[in-house]
């Protein structure tokens, strides 16, 4: 593979979000971050990411609404859901080919990485097998 996955990083907390920059680019990513707000849909439509990681926990329940949409528009498109409430407790069960799992705060980079790693596997295989 000439290029390394890229990941869209969706994190309001600005010291969480730089956190979350520093492990995927020191794991070789290439990676960019926005907070929730229309640029994070504006990003989705103008760049190609291979994985999206966004924080579902805010004042507003964008986060969650910003979840459906992207499985809506992008339903190949994996997503890690980083939450330190219940909120996916309220996510219906969609479809199998959906992939994302969620990790609650606070959590170990190393359960980050690895995760992250697993998914973009599961993701190359789902694609190959697709065709």
Not at 3 to 13: R, W
Not at 93 to 103: A, G, H, S, T
Request: proline share 7%; hydrophobic share 45%.
């Amino acid at each position: 593979m000439d290029t390394q996955p890229s990941i869209l990083i969706i994190e309001d907390d600005l010291p969480l979000s730089q956190t979350l920059v520093q492990i995927f680019r020191r794991e070789g990513y290439q990676v960019v971050s926005t907070a929730i707000n229309n640029k994070a849909l504006d990003l989705l439509e103008r760049g190609f990411f291979d994985l999206v990681v966004l924080d579902i926990k805010n004042t507003h329940d964008r986060g969650l609404s910003l979840f459906f949409r992207i499985k809506r528009d992008y339903p190949r498109l994996p997503v890690i859901l980083l939450s330190s409430g219940p909120e996916c407790g309220v996510i219906p069960y969609v479809d199998e080919e959906d992939l994302w799992v969620k990790i609650p705060k606070p959590f170990e980079p190393v359960f980050l990485v690895k995760t992250t790693s697993e998914m973009l596997s599961a993701a190359l295989v789902r694609a190959a097998s697709t065709g």
